[in-house]
Structure formats: C-alpha cells, structure tokens
C-alpha cells in the first residue's frame, strides 16, 4: 500500500531530537526553529516529559471516557492555575481541528443560532466545519461549503456589527495572532469592541489559541494582553509537547450535560501525562518569561539586518518580513546552513515558531546563519 500523496516532502528523515535540533538518520545536526508547526513547546525529548511519559505506559496507556481518570482532574487543575483561567471547564480532544469544531458545535447548542463569523486570513483546521471558516478556498469542498459563513475584515467594527444585528449569529471565531495568514493581530480596542458585540447580541466569542497560546507570546493565551474574557477558548499543538492532545476551555455560563460533547481518544491516560508534563516544565522552568525576553532580544539582532523591513508577533510566535518572497531563503537556510523555519500566506514572511526553552545562543546560531544565507 501506498502513502496519500498530499504533502510536499523535503528529503529530510528526522530520526532523533534533543532540545532545540533534531538529527536526520545520517546524525546530521539541525536547529530547529518550527517546532512542527509551534508543536514542539518544551523542547525534543526534554527528561522530565520522557520520563512522565515512559512511567505512564507502563501502568496505562489509554481507557475511554466511561470511566474516572483522575489525570484529567490534575491537567485541569494545573492548566486553570498557570493560565489565570481557572473559573473555565475543560474539554479534553486530540487536535487544534477538532477544538475549535467542538468550539463552534457547543456555541450552536448553547445559543440556538448557526451562522459563524470569521475574519480574512484565518486558519482553524481542515475538517468539515472549521474549515468552513478557513481563509482558503482551494481546501473546502463541495461539503464544507454548506455551512453557514461569513468572512469580515479585523478592524472592520460596522460591518461586523451589521452582521451581528441579524440575530443569527451563534459564534464569531479568531486567532489572536493569525499564524498561517501571517502573524495579523487585530488592535486591542477592536478586540474588546469584537467582545462587546457578541455580549450585546448574545453569539459566543471564540478566541483560538491553537498556535498562539500555552505560553508562546509570553502570556500563557495570547488574548490576555487585550483585556478580554472569551466564551471559548481552543488550544492544541503546544500542550503535548508532539502527544496529540487539544481542547477546549468554556465559560462556566455554558452547562454541559451528558452526551453533549463526547470523544474516544480525548484526554487518555497518555496525553494527560505529556499534558501535565508541559504544564510542569513551563511553570518550573519559567518559560513563558523566557519567551517574552527573547522576543526582546530576537528584535536587538533583526536591527542588525537591514533586508528584514518587519518583525511581526509577540514572545516566541515571530516573524520577520522582507520585500522578496522567502521561498529559496527558507530553502537555502534548511539545506546549506540546517536550519528549520517556516512560511505563511504572506509569501514575503520567515515565520519562527521555536521551543519556549530556546536560549539566545540558538538565535544567534539562526542570524549568523541568515546572514550569510542573505548575502549568497
């Protein structure tokens, strides 16, 4: 049997990692910059998440949600006290995806409405409904383009409020800092107007944390710099540390009841113990400090660039744009100098989505390497 041939593949094979570089099966050495896509928060095989991990399996590594796991009640404990978010509940699922589908499925339910709003550039997952509010029409298919949708502009308060009056609204969805649409952050006076709105026309605020939060920008969720309280709040990649685990985290105004919502593999045995070891690593290790420091640094360093016009994001969630398409730059730094970035939509911009333990010898390892790549 063949493999589904839909991601282009750089003819690299990852065999180990250590901290902040992985090693191909030849033991060659790259600095890793991505994180597979912001996944990779507290380093590659960090002791402490081994270890948790390892003991876990040998005693269990899954049984369904039909019976107590008291793992669940510790990552919620420890997720409410590190994120000053302690008055939600939590809903344990497997992905950034199916978060934000149980996100807008719960404000359907509660509100009684169907419409989502969305904002230009945005991602939230490729399955049925998310990607329905996925900035990418070439991903939706027949299928997906049932729901009902409709796409604003951030800063745009009289359109968004224009939709709002119609009363169907159940849901309006953002990143708050879009990744693969290019580090866009709406102003924080549209954030809380967004806020007030959906309050005022009862449709539930949903902040997606997927990428952006856990600690990334330097606040644990990325909202929180825009004094806001949403109704939902979706997180994923970076809570497992690579441990496929997501959820969702809900005002205690939304009830829940049996059957609401339901998941096979959702908060198992094995993603409560990598779940709980990345909460415990960024507490002890201060990381989430560590992010907004460097993000300080990270700007000291791109002023010694003049081709970099732009450095966008907060914490370690960076960008840095150029007025050239960075397509053969990110190809040059992977292959000459061994260094993983990533791209967005906006094809100008080097996205840096690193572990939250990255040092600033890392960073300068990755700008004498731009550099040079810059100047050949």
Do not use: W
Not at 238 to 245: E, K, L, T
Not at 298 to 303: G, I, Q
Request: glycine content about 8%.
């Amino acid at each position: 049997m063949e493999l589904f041939d839909v991601y282009p593949l750089y003819d690299i094979t990852p065999v180990k990692g250590k901290g902040a570089y992985v090693y191909d099966e030849n033991d060659t050495k790259y600095l890793d910059l991505y994180g597979g896509h912001a996944v990779i928060s507290v380093g590659h095989a960090h002791p402490k998440y081994v270890k948790a991990l390892s003991e876990q399996v040998e005693k269990l590594g899954f049984y369904s949600n039909s019976v107590k796991n008291p793992l669940q009640e510790e990552l919620a404990k420890k997720l409410g006290d590190l994120s000053g978010c302690s008055e939600y509940k939590l809903f344990l699922c497997n992905s950034g995806a199916e978060a934000n589908e149980n996100a807008l499925k719960l404000a359907s339910f509660h509100t009684g409405k169907s419409r989502v709003i969305y904002f230009e550039n945005a991602f939230h997952g490729r399955t049925s409904g998310v990607v329905a509010v996925t900035d990418n029409e070439s991903i939706k298919a027949p299928f997906n383009q049932q729901h009902s949708v409709t796409k604003l502009a951030f800063e745009d308060v009289e359109a968004l409020e224009k939709e709002l009056q119609k009363e169907d609204v159940a849901a309006v969805i953002f990143e708050v800092i879009q990744g693969v649409g290019g580090l866009e952050e709406a102003s924080s006076e549209f954030i809380r107007t967004v806020s007030d709105l959906c309050r005022k026309h009862e449709a539930l605020l949903i902040a997606d944390e997927v990428q952006c939060g856990y600690g990334r920008t330097g606040d644990f969720f990325a909202f929180q710099k825009h004094g806001i309280k949403p109704d939902i709040i979706s997180v994923a990649k970076g809570m497992g540390n690579g441990f496929p685990v997501g959820g969702i985290l809900m005002n205690p105004r939304i009830q829940p009841k049996h059957g609401l919502l339901g998941t096979t593999f959702g908060g198992n045995h094995l993603a409560c113990a990598a779940g709980i070891a990345v909460l415990d690593i960024l507490k002890e290790e201060n990381l989430l400090e560590n992010a907004e420091k460097l993000f300080q640094y990270v700007k000291e360093r791109a002023a010694e660039i003049p081709q970099i016009k732009k450095l966008k994001g907060r914490g370690l969630m960076i960008g840095l744009e150029f007025d050239f398409e960075i397509a053969s730059l990110r190809k040059e730094l992977l292959f000459e100098h061994r260094v993983f970035t990533g791209a967005a939509s906006n094809k100008k911009l080097l996205r840096i989505l690193p572990p939250l333990n990255i040092q600033e010898e890392h960073f300068d390892e990755f700008f004498e390497a731009l550099k040079k790549a810059l100047n050949d």
